[in-house]
């Protein structure tokens, strides 16, 4: 995802284009509709489940749930998005041919340049067999890549991570919208990647 591109989804094409190439797992589902159905899936997220987007599109993330599901996972991406608040959580899935599979899982809001909640992102990792919950080596890594962030640097991740535009940013850090792009920039470039997903997995992983 284009770092400038963030600040120009304005309709659901427009964030649909900006999951397409990750290699990622993505969706993206829309709250203003019954059960916050999804309505955008990438090919990473169909081939980490098995799905087609002709089986995904339309119905809520928790298809993936089955007997072994953990509830309190589900429960915490639950209050996550009623809270309209970037969510972390490990939790056991089912792929389409029934094979169980750990992945950790990301729900993020996206807001419109008036601060109206319009989307939440949704990105899943399959893990390691072995991989230790908030302990495990991505949120170490995690935590060494915010280590080198200025300050100010981590409140403009912070912000980004909670779903704000340059707009709102810019409010809320009482800074002009061309210096939180300069710093937001600047956030890509240590954290090693241009997508503005990555960043927002990075700064949840790492417990911003």
């Known amino acids: 995802m284009d770092q400038d591109f963030y600040d120009d989804i304005d309709d659901a094409n427009a964030l649909k284009a900006s999951i397409v190439g990750s290699p990622i797992a993505s969706v993206i589902t829309n709250p203003r509709l019954l059960d916050n159905p999804i309505i955008a899936v990438n090919r990473a997220f169909c081939a980490l489940t098995g799905y087609g987007p ?3 599109l ?4 928790r298809f993936l749930a089955g007997p072994a599901t953990e509830p309190w996972p589900t429960d915490r991406i639950r ?4 809270a309209r608040r970037a969510t ?3 939790i056991l899935n ?5 094979t169980l599979f750990r992945n950790a899982v990301l729900v993020a809001p996206v807001f419109s340049q ?10 899943q990792v399959e893990l390691d067999d072995d991989a230790i919950g908030p302990t495990s080596r991505r949120h170490q890594r995690a935590v ?4 080198d962030l200025s300050p100010r640097q981590r409140e403009v991740l912070q912000q980004i991570a909670a779903g704000q535009r340059s707009k709102q940013i810019a409010q809320n850090l009482d800074l002009s919208e061309k210096t939180v792009k300069m710093h937001r920039a600047l956030v890509l470039e240590k954290l090693g990647t241009h997508n503005i997903a990555d960043a927002i997995r990075i700064a949840v992983e790492a417990g911003l």
């Open 88 to 90: 972390l959580v490990e």
């Open 79 to 82: 209050q996550g998005i009623r």
């Open 114 to 123: 008036d601060g109206a909640l319009e989307y939440f992102l949704g990105l």
């Open 58 to 61: 339309g119905r809520n993330c």
């Open 144 to 147: 060494e890549l915010v280590r």
């Open 54 to 56: 002709e089986d995904i």
């Open 94 to 98: 089912y792929k389409r041919d029934f």
